[in-house]
């Protein structure tokens, strides 16, 4: 396995184009350039390949739209402040059932915030984000080499579901670079495109369109939408767990606070404190099930994140009032390290066997 | 083992290329590493840094809040790292500008006369591949033969005109520590 050192911007950008991606439409924001940029330079080398800085996110956004409607594997990305000019644009492709992928490489919020990493984006993006009742699959990998991993998984997903999926790193997991393997990655599987716009010669019209002036067909359409996410909740839920089977507190934390995470329960278990981690891979569909099977064993969960409590709205719908939930966040663009983290769980697991006694 | 290591000075003296080179040759070694840059407002002539994890198990954060050893390019570098080092941590200066008589007395300070000892072998733009030499010396954080055999793979295309220079470089800085 032939592995390079990259940046997960970068990572991201040969990914996308590995698996069929020929259309990228961006418009710069830190802490996600390196995207742009890769994308920028790598695009003109593949056949049919576009890649145009536009005018604006919003431009990007309906560009990405465009080329969804022409039946091209489209992709933007942008960071925060960007993404928020992106909803309408989601909203409207989640309307037409057009396949899409978005990049969110989120920094510290709200408004223009600043350009250090952040989770401050993740109700944004599990909730649908733009006006209406719709829902994105949203994948938050924690490496660069699970983001080049996530970008063939979302492109799949978006062809097969017909709908935008939103991969959500920060800005650490886009300027660290780390060495990543693409050997694996490969547009596989071929999806009918019998919805397109091509031209009708020679067959009937087809159109796209998200406007339903009657109240009946738009319920329809909303029901019809319904029960396409219930089918990517049935079907798509994606999580990891770490060292659960014998833990008396769970850590529950996605991405770049996994990883920290993940760290900080090592320095617990050389202290033979039973800690475990579940991390949910896809935000949206939530990992709901295990986080409440776990449940039925363990009493105390500690929910970890760059933001103020986000996260933590959905782990307390999974627990359904069971448990106990602990909470540390971090927001503003504050990267913890997993020493600060060991320290905090511990206070709380120490609380937590008193409490028991 | 875990040695999390923090390469700085001005931007344009080519901190972000050593760190890149550390993290790259320590990839190719097969070992887990991460290479982080700060980025944003850095411009020419204001200061960088970068930080790169080198570890025989999966790295958890890629940031040092007290990092094993520190590279300081230039005085302002020098005095932010130097507080945050661990006890017993060593800082490698470039001492043709950084004084270090302000130093903590409980780390160890290995004082490279960078920019004449690049300006022998015929340019300061590789005065950052000296004490590069002279970090691996003094650190071992990588295998400097391995470096030295893989280095026009490590430093990428494009570098292939300056790979003798580099490599002079590295050597110099290499056996100035070895004296």
């Known amino acids: ?357 | 083992m875990m040695i999390k290591t923090i390469f700085s000075g001005f931007g344009g003296q080519g901190v972000l290329s050593m760190g890149y080179t550390v993290a790259n040759t320590a990839m190719f070694e097969g070992k887990h590493v991460t290479y982080f840059p700060s980025y944003g407002v850095e411009v020419r002539g204001g200061t960088a840094n970068c930080t790169v994890v080198v570890s025989d198990e999966e790295i958890a954060s890629p940031v040092a809040s007290e990092p094993d050893f520190v590279v300081a390019m230039n005085q302002p570098s020098f005095a932010r790292f130097q507080s945050i080092l661990q006890s017993g941590g060593l800082i490698c200066v470039n001492s043709s500008i950084v004084n270090t008589s302000a130093a903590r007395h409980d780390i160890e300070i290995l004082a490279v006369p960078t920019s004449e000892l690049a300006e022998q072998i015929g340019s300061i733009k590789v005065a950052n591949m000296v004490l590069l030499g002279a970090f691996i010396r003094a650190s071992s954080i990588v295998s400097f033969d391995f470096m030295i055999k893989n280095l026009s793979q490590i430093l990428g295309e494009g570098k292939s005109q300056l790979i003798k220079l580099n490599k002079e470089a590295l050597e110099m800085g290499f056996n100035y520590v070895k004296e």
Request: glycine share 10%; with cysteine; aromatic share 8%.
């Open chain 1, 1 to 357: 396995m032939k592995k390079q050192l990259m940046s997960g911007n970068a990572a991201l950008g040969e990914a996308a184009v590995l698996s069929g991606c020929t259309c990228y439409f961006g418009y710069p924001i830190t802490p996600q350039n390196e995207l742009t940029e890769y994308m920028a330079k790598r695009m003109p080398e593949v056949p049919g390949g576009t890649f145009i800085q536009s005018e604006s996110e919003i431009a990007a956004i309906n560009m990405v739209l465009g080329a969804s409607v022409a039946g091209a594997r489209a992709m933007t990305s942008s960071s925060s402040p960007g993404m928020s000019l992106k909803q309408e644009g989601i909203s409207y492709l989640a309307a037409d059932e057009l396949p899409a992928v978005i990049i969110n490489m989120v920094r510290g919020g709200p408004g223009m915030g600043n350009i250090s990493p952040a989770q401050s984006d993740y109700l944004q993006a599990t909730r649908g984000g733009g006006h209406g009742d719709y829902r994105t699959i949203v994948l938050a990998p924690s490496s660069v080499q699970e983001l080049a991993d996530a970008v063939p998984v979302a492109f799949d997903l978006a062809d097969s579901y017909r709908n935008p999926v939103i991969i959500l790193g920060d800005g650490m997991l886009g300027q660290m670079m780390e060495p990543v393997s693409f050997d694996h990655i490969r547009q596989e599987k071929v999806y009918p495109k019998d919805y397109i716009l091509t031209g009708a010669k020679g067959r009937p019209a087809r159109k796209i369109h998200s406007l339903l002036f009657d109240t009946k067909l738009e319920e329809e359409h909303n029901w019809k939408l319904f029960r396409k996410y219930k089918g990517m909740e049935q079907n798509e839920v994606r999580f990891e767990t770490f060292l659960v089977d014998d833990a008396e507190m769970v850590v529950i934390a996605y991405g770049t606070s996994a990883r920290i995470a993940k760290g900080a329960i090592r320095r617990l278990r050389q202290e033979n404190l039973k800690v475990g981690l579940i991390r949910p891979i896809t935000l949206w569909p939530f990992p709901t099930n295990i986080i409440r099977e776990t449940a039925t064993r363990v009493k105390d969960f500690f929910v970890f994140e760059m933001s103020t409590g986000q996260l933590i709205e959905d782990v307390r719908l999974a627990l359904e009032g069971r448990g106990h939930i602990h909470f540390y966040g971090r927001p503003g663009g504050v990267i913890p390290t997993p020493v600060e983290l060991f320290r905090i769980v511990s206070r709380h697991y120490y609380q937590s066997q008193q409490v028991k006694k």
